[in-house]
């Protein structure tokens, strides 16, 4: 006889696989909905000039203008100098986590890192108005501090959890046996390091800056208050940016339903969209060759 | 349990404060009536009353064409009510060395054009912009008013008037247009750390400073502007009643606090036709 147990077991698999359907579905409908609405942008405006270093001035006094190329290029310069920053400072915080400190202060570190992810990003970004925007401006005799290097200081403490627990993931998993052969053959603790432990977990700490770029380039509200949001196209890190997130944002609010901009703001948010994607996917893979490589 | 009305206000972040100091005022004389107020830029506000999202829009600006097309198709009417009057400042940071400006000078500074404090007769350095962003009723008043072109892409659009404060406290080589109301503060002094450049309307005007009222009641200072209540047909109401109350002596009192001027004939009357829209106007029923 089927007892209540069979059904409960019955219930359980099918809500699961009911919320795993249901998130692919969810995924799959904001593709489609950016897809549908980015595709009328394109009939009014052409993919060249959408993609061009034309400047981005839907609200323009004469003639509106829709380029993204000074965003992207934004976009670009604060998560490329964020994981310019996290990628060493977390592979090497993840290294010290497992391999160096001890098991009770890496039990008191790691949370510590973990909860630096449950900032809200409205901090960071007064943090970056009124901190970190100042301290760079006085570092290098700046005018002021909201430029895109403060975009990447604030985004990299942010992708830091990310990438340290992905990361220490890696290290941990390399098997003990390979450190215990590369000791027996006189390696000291740096050499087993990094000739042992470092390419054994490589991929692991590929996917983990790939994860934490994810998560910069998807930042909002941080980059739209610390970077001062110049439509001009930036000269480099000193420069104001404007991201493609921070665009849309601001720009959202105010757009009439229906209008080129509207429609703009949608492919705008599409190529952000293909960009994580394709960066989680990399991220996925690399991950997997891994966990194979791993057993 | 007595029913309470609520009441929506949306737009413009200059008058959010001065409304939510209105309001708070209102609600005191009246349980029966909630007020919510919210800000995000006079664009937004007016696109709120657009989609029926709220039941007042509040802007620092006039309507524009496009908006007024879209009413028209959906089948609008929107009517305004002027219930105070603001003035643009222009701040910079104490170290330009800049006193006054002339309005073409400001305007060639904020196009770009000018790109070095030298050469308006300030301290050599390059000029930092600060202004608000597209969804800003000052961003476009001053556009409309000041630069009749685009800003200069170097234009560093900030989230609020606070942050253009605070930012041209900071910036030695800074720029800023903010409300009089974010300079004055409610016990009448004036907001440290930044400079109000005196302004002219040509180089025959005289410089004047828009903390001189009689200068702004006059004309002579340029940059002053009605703030609009937005609504589609004529208040009705609880609404009526809140336009009312912040014509009464009461609110105009709380406009003078929060560093605003109650409007004037002259202005609502050269704005009407500006606006060529229905307004409304309670001064004449209080008076």
Known sequence: MKG??????????????????????????????????????????????????????????????????????????????????????????????????????????????ELTAAVPSVVMGFAGIVLVGPFLARLFGLPNGLNALNGAILLAFMSLPTIVSVAEEAVQAVPKA?????????????????????????????????????????????????????????????????????????????????????????????????????INIAAERVAAQWRKRGQ | MRHVETITIRGSDTEVNLVFHLAEQYMSTDSAVSISITGGGSGVGIAALLNGKTDVANSSRALTEQELALAKARGMTLVAHVFAADALVIIVHPSTGIESLTLEQLGRIYAGDIRDWAEVGGRPG??????????????????????????????????????IVESVMRDPYGIGYVGLGYIVKADGSLRQGVRVVRLRADVRRPAVSPLNEEALRSGLYPLVRPLYQFTNGEPQGKIRAFFQFEASPMGQQIIVENGYLPPWPEMLAADAELASLKTINFYSDSQ
Not at chain 1, 13 to 38: D, M, P, T, Y
Not at chain 1, 93 to 102: D, K, Q
Not at chain 1, 221 to 250: E, K
Request: proline share 4%.
């Open chain 1, 178 to 278: 390979y450190k215990e052969a590369s000791y027996a053959l006189g390696a000291n603790r740096w050499e087993t390091l990094i000739q042992v432990t470092l390419p054994a977990c490589y991929s692991g700490l590929l996917a983990a800056i790939m994860l934490g770029m994810g998560r910069a380039i998807g930042e909002t509200m941080t980059v739209l208050m610390a970077t001062g949001n110049a439509t001009a196209i930036p000269q480099g890190f000193f420069s104001s940016v404007r991201t493609i997130t921070a665009t849309v944002a601001i720009e959202m609010g105010e757009v009439a339903t229906g209008t080129t901009h509207y429609y703009a703001l949608f492919a705008c948010a599409l190529v952000l969209f293909i960009i994580t994607l394709i």
């Open chain 1, 4 to 113: 209540r147990r069979f059904y409960w077991n019955w219930f359980f698999e099918r809500s699961l696989a009911v919320s795993g359907v249901l998130s692919i579905a969810i995924l799959v409908g904001i593709f489609l909905l950016l897809l549908n609405n980015s595709w009328r942008a394109f009939e009014r405006l052409s993919v060249a000039s959408f993609f061009s270093l034309a400047p981005w001035n839907p609200a323009a006094y004469d003639t509106p203008s829709y380029g993204v190329g000074a965003l992207l290029i934004g976009t670009a310069l604060t998560t490329s100098g964020a994981i310019a920053i996290a990628a060493p400072l977390g592979i090497g915080t993840a290294f010290f986590l497992s391999e160096i400190a001890p098991a009770q202060l890496r039990n008191l570190l790691k949370p510590f890192i």
């Open chain 2, 126 to 163: 390059t000029i930092s912009l600060y202004g608000r962003q597209s969804n800003s009723g000052t961003f476009v008043y001053f556009r409309e008013k000041v630069l009749k072109r685009d800003f200069s892409p170097a234009l560093k659009q900030m989230n609020g008037t606070a942050q």
